[in-house]
């Protein structure tokens, strides 16, 4: 035998021996090639669930030690602002550490885990072929569903070692191990089914930007049916069910725990999975499933600026954006409705609440509820835009930058314009926010609070916004390699907006988030002195921004 | 502004003295010197990580020089960026392009940015996109590497500007594709625009460049124009002579001698410095001399000289040439 035949023979075993067909040959040296390239990437990742774990089961336990005292936390659960922001309240009669962890934060790792699943399954398969990168593997003796197949059980493994580590903790805890299992398994089983959801979005779009931003639109659809579901019935109603994330939540952890809930979410993996193996099978390498468009032989005339520029990079992915969170808040809106129904119930069965809620006949519920969704429009807002202004940094990382600075336009006007288009972006989507709940608040009949305090509330944290985005914008201009951390930022927002009050945290550590200078409107009146603090601090972020951004090297090192 | 930018009269396009750029512990430059004089079209070599492309930037205000003289069309490239940028078009190595624009707007959107407008310019474009046969209504992501470069050379091309700066412009053209950038290499220098071109071509440099700086490890090994460079390298000589050649080899400028019977005389082969030509001859006269040939070197062994390892090792004149 000559050596290239050996060679191939050899080879030829090999492909054999790692799947059918060989379309999985590689998969192993593939996964083995990610965990080494995301080390450090999923250990914060994962850490990070294991630490909020930790800390919600040991504040929860602290500062909810009596029984009285749980009950009282309870009652608080039952108002629909609450359900919004946590489950279908199994448990509340008797609330004890596990019912309460279960309720309120099986949500919250769900999102943080398919966020981190999503985010790894598109890294590794549609960016790496939007890059090019991929190519150069798959030239290898790689097989056609190899990446994605270990982009899937890199996911799958990642979310095991959370599961078993967030396991352990729970149990340190104090609570019972048998249901601590059952919650982690039923956390990483979301996680997974939003995995899936993002191996067939990469099917369909050939940006990866695009897949991600598909993907984790359908979360915030299943989380909104889930909320919706949940806010009609107490422990959850027929709509409840057509979500995933409801799945997880049913399987009453900690107070009648049942596990066929999970059956669903393991079938939908499959499904999903098989689904986007089809799809991958029927298009080229690189490809969406609608083939590019021939364009325009010259610009419009409009085309002339580097705002033109900036605003025609990113005016597809705000027209998306716009329309999807738009639909969201304008269903969140519709529920304030029920809402009112509510609150007859409520100060019947929960004399607590009707005390701290009931002195204006429920209106301070409404307004409760109100401002918790316009909360969750800011967070999705800040989301978009901290990912809006960080593509000043993919302009440079890929050569683009370098394109636009070597003609006769100045550092401040290429940063400028990125981040007016960027900034002004995230405006939109909050007024969405506020305009889309009002829309909905009308739709339903609900004409109180008045429709344009729906939208002051919403521009009441523009200037918190611009904080944030500030110092998105600053990291980029003094430190682009350390830009990312605009995003444990928000995590930092996120974490005070929903658990600041729950888990007592000292006005110290909330004050670090600017949303939390913010009065919440409608629930709390309007106050300049905190909006006009935020403007300052965010026209100083962006002075320094542009001050670094002129200093520098670009393309950075 | 302006009024410090203008260029004064016959001063250079640019000028870079003892430039330095560090990035880290990596010394990309390390004491580069460099003068492209106006209207002169400047081949600019180097192996890979010479530190080419890191000069470019540094010309074009992008990177902030360590230390060392930089100046450009009479202007400071850090301090007036902008208003330089009117003044020259440029071509990047690497062509990264808006992946949702056509190829066409890109070039209008190039040409707008830098302030080019009328009815010249649009002439002056379509017949640059005719030339170069490029399609400009395929979206920039659609494109193969040759024509992404196509669309960067096109607007490079349509400007009507001072100074070219092209950072190996031809590395994905074909043969065909190339042969027209060459001749309107030519045009650009015919109409009074000075080019600074960094390539790996040589033909390409021997076809249009007046002046050759050769680069390696961030510091110019040689330059000058190609005669200049030509006659600074040496030429191999074959002869037969019937006397006994042993004595050239002590001669100042003569390299590897080796003698071989031929007949009733010697076959002597040895390399020699050019400048060292006419002593080489007369000492060789005399032996009696019935064949002798100098083959002069070729461009690709002057630059293989320069891109490989000999530098540093031998090759006494070689090392004797850099400034
Ligand atoms: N941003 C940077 N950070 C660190 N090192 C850099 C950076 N840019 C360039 N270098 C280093 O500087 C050296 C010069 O690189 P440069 O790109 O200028 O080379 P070049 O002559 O253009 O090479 P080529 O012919 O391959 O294009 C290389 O060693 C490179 O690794
Ligand atoms: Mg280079």
């Not at chain 1, 967030?166 to 019972?176: K, P």
């Not at chain 1, 359908?218 to 989380?223: L, P, Y």
């Not at chain 1, 738009?326 to 529920?335: E, K």
Request: charge should be neutral; charged fraction near 20%.
């Amino acid at each position: 035998m000559s050596a290239p035949a050996v060679a191939r023979a050899r080879g030829g075993s090999r492909l054999r021996g790692a799947g059918p067909g060989g379309t999985l040959a590689g998969t192993g040296l593939l996964l083995r090639f990610m965990l080494r390239r995301d080390r450090v990437r999923l250990a914060v990742w994962s850490a990070s669930v294991v630490a909020l774990w930790l800390y919600v089961v040991t504040a929860f336990g602290a500062l909810y030690s009596t029984a009285e005292e749980r009950q009282a936390r309870a009652a608080l659960m039952t108002t629909p602002a609450s359900v919004m922001m946590t489950g279908p309240g199994y448990g509340l009669e008797d609330y004890t550490l596990g019912a309460m962890v279960a309720n309120e934060l099986l949500l919250w790792v769900a999102l943080a885990l398919a966020i981190m699943s999503v985010l790894e399954i598109v890294r590794h398969t549609r960016a790496e072929e939007e890059s090019g990168r991929a190519e150069l593997v798959r030239a290898g003796a790689v097989g056609r569903h190899a990446p994605a197949v270990a982009a899937m059980l890199l996911v799958l493994v990642v979310n095991v070692v959370v599961a078993v580590l967030s396991g352990a903790v729970l149990v340190a805890g104090g609570l019972d191990a048998g249901d601590s299992a059952v919650l982690v398994v039923a956390a990483a089983l979301t996680a997974l089914v939003f995995a899936a959801v993002a191996v067939v979005t990469c099917q369909l779009t050939a940006h990866g930007r695009g897949a991600a931003g598909l993907a984790l639109a359908v979360f915030g659809a299943a989380a909104l049916v889930r909320a919706a579901g949940d806010i009609q019935e107490r422990h959850g109603s027929a709509l409840s069910w057509f979500s995933p994330i409801a799945w997880a939540q049913q399987t009453r952890v900690f107070v009648d725990t049942r596990l066929w809930p999970l059956v669903p979410s393991a079938v939908l993996v499959v499904l999903l999975l098989v689904l986007g193996a089809v799809l991958a099978s029927r298009r080229d390498h690189g490809a969406g499933m609608l083939p590019d468009r021939r364009g325009r032989a010259d610009a419009r005339p409009s085309l002339r600026s580097p705002v033109a520029l900036a605003w025609r990079q990113q005016r597809t992915a705000l027209a998306w954006w716009t329309l999807g969170a738009g639909l969201m808040w304008l269903a969140s809106g519709t529920y304030v409705d029920g809402v009112g129904d509510m609150i007859g119930d409520l100060a019947e069965t929960n004399p607590a609440v009707a005390q701290i809620f009931g002195a204006d006949g429920g209106q301070g519920l409404v307004d409760a509820f109100v401002a918790v969704i316009l909360l969750y429009a800011v967070l999705a807002a800040l989301g978009y835009g901290i990912a809006a202004v960080l593509r000043a940094g993919a302009e440079e990382a890929e050569g683009r930058a370098e394109v636009a600075l070597a003609l006769p336009v100045s550092r401040g006007r290429w940063l400028g314009a990125q981040l007016v288009v960027a900034e002004a972006g995230a405006a939109v989507l909050v007024l969405a926010g506020g305009a889309g709940t009002a829309l909905g608040a009308l739709s339903v009949g609900v004409d109180d609070p008045a429709a344009w305090t729906y939208l002051l509330a919403a521009a009441s944290y523009l200037p918190a916004v611009a904080v944030v985005l500030g110092l998105a914008a600053a990291l980029y201009a003094w430190w682009p390699r350390l830009a990312g951390l605009a995003w444990a930022v928000l995590a930092l927002v996120f974490v005070v907006g929903m658990f600041g009050d729950a888990l007592d945290l000292p006005d110290a550590v909330q004050g670090l988030s600017p949303l939390w200078w913010v009065p919440r409107v409608p629930a709390e009146d309007p106050r300049l002195l905190p909006v006009v603090v935020l403007a300052g601090v965010a026209v100083t972020l962006h002075v320094l921004a542009f001050a670094g951004f002129r200093r520098r090297d670009v393309p950075a090192r | 502004m302006t009024t410090s930018t203008e260029r004064a009269p016959g001063g250079p396009a640019i000028e870079i003295h003892d430039l330095r750029k560090t990035f880290g512990t990596t010394h990309a430059l390390d004491g580069l010197d460099l003068t492209v004089r106006p209207g002169e079209v400047a081949g600019f070599l180097g192996p890979n990580g010479a530190g080419k492309s890191t000069a470019i930037r540094v010309l074009l205000g992008l990177l902030r020089p360590t230390s060392g003289h930089v100046r450009l069309l009479g202007g400071d490239p850090w301090a007036d960026a902008v208003a330089l940028h009117r003044r020259l078009a440029y071509v990047p190595g690497d062509v990264s392009l808006w992946p949702n624009l056509t190829g066409g707007e890109a070039i209008d959107l190039l040409g707008r940015l830098r302030g080019d407008q009328g009815r010249a310019a649009a002439r002056r474009r379509q017949e640059l996109l005719e030339r170069f046969e490029l399609d400009p209504t395929k979206k920039a992501r659609t494109y193969s590497k040759g024509n992404r470069q196509k669309v960067a050379l096109v607007a490079a091309f349509a400007a009507d500007v001072e100074l070219l700066v092209l950072d190996e412009p031809t590395s994905g053209l074909d043969p065909l594709m190339e042969a027209v950038f060459t001749e309107l290499l030519r045009e650009a220098k015919a109409q009074g625009r000075s080019v600074l071109l960094s390539s790996h071509i040589m033909s390409e440099v021997e076809k249009v460049c007046d002046t050759v700086t050769i680069i390696r490890r961030g510091r110019a090994v040689e330059s000058g124009t190609l005669q200049e460079l030509r006659h600074l390298t040496r030429s191999a000589v074959t002869a037969v002579v019937g006397g006994d050649p042993a004595p050239l080899a002590a001669l100042p400028g003569v390299h590897d001698l080796a003698t071989t019977a031929d007949g009733d005389g010697t076959r002597v082969t040895f390399d020699v410095e050019n400048d060292q030509m006419g002593d080489v001859l007369a000492a060789v006269a005399p032996l009696g001399v019935r064949s002798f040939t100098a083959t002069p070197p070729s461009l690709e062994e002057l630059f293989l000289r320069h891109y490989g390892d000999e530098l540093a090792a031998g090759g006494g004149s070689a090392t004797g040439a850099a400034r």
